[in-house]
């Protein structure tokens, strides 16, 4: 059973359109998380949700907005991608955002804007 | 400012041979946590240790040990007999009272046969 799944693995699109991505994790979190990986590996955390409240929103564009319906899944929606847009995205969880638990990462999906 | 230094970007060594990940830290807070995570070839993140400020104890998991130090603001990672099974992307983390998990940028480990 896999604890944090997100979907779709690989997804290519052009430039202008609009994608999500989802995730859902089955681990009883509270707390979910978006990061971006760049093409140098460099991973950089986008949000963060607590029991469907929004606690950390970084300075990200206001194209990137994530949905919480609940605490099991966190999913993000992104409009107009750019080009900048293409990496890898991680969708991960942990106990509790004050807990200093470690978090849970999905396997990641790859976007490619074209 | 970056709150996790690797310096070592790329490491490459023959098997059996033992490997050292640097991992420097910055913070202000008292109160902090430290981790390592692995991202083999196939992409996934996998978590290794978590380490707490106020537990300077070194630990040893079979062929993996971490050696956290306060006073120089370091957690390295030693590989020892390193297999071709440890390639892979070695990142340290932080977490501290902003409660963001934020990375350092990450070593490639490649172990050659």
């Known amino acids: 059973d896999t604890a944090v799944s997100q979907t779709p693995k690989y997804l290519v699109t052009q430039m202008g359109n609009d994608k999500s991505i989802k995730c859902e994790q089955n681990l009883g979190h509270d707390t979910m998380y978006w990061y971006k990986q760049d093409s140098k590996k460099f991973l950089k955390i986008m949000f963060s949700?607590?029991?469907?409240?929004?606690?950390i929103n970084e300075t990200v564009p206001n194209r990137f907005s994530p949905k919480s319906p609940d605490k099991a899944h966190l999913n993000l929606h992104i409009n107009s991608l750019e080009l900048g847009d293409s990496a890898v995205y991680f969708c991960?969880?942990?106990?509790?955002?004050?807990?200093?638990?470690?978090?849970?990462f999905g396997n990641g999906t790859r976007l490619t804007v074209t | 400012a970056q709150k996790v230094t690797q310096a070592q970007t790329e490491i490459s060594v023959v098997e059996k041979e033992d490997v050292t990940l640097d991992c420097v830290y910055e913070t202000r807070d008292t109160t902090y946590y430290l981790f390592w995570y692995k991202q083999p070839p196939s992409g996934e993140l996998v978590f290794l240790i978590r380490?707490?400020?106020?537990?300077?104890q070194n630990e040893i998991s079979g062929r993996y040990s971490w050696n956290f130090q306060k006073s120089t603001s370091s957690f390295n990672f030693t590989i020892t007999a390193s297999q071709v099974v440890d390639s892979a992307v070695y990142f340290c983390a932080l977490k501290d009272n902003d409660y963001k998990l934020s990375f350092g940028a990450g070593t490639t480990v490649t172990v050659r046969a």
């Open positions: 380490r707490n400020s106020f537990d300077e």
């Open positions: 991960a969880s942990s106990q509790d955002v004050r807990d200093n638990s470690p978090l849970h």
């Open positions: 949700y607590n029991n469907k409240e929004l606690i």
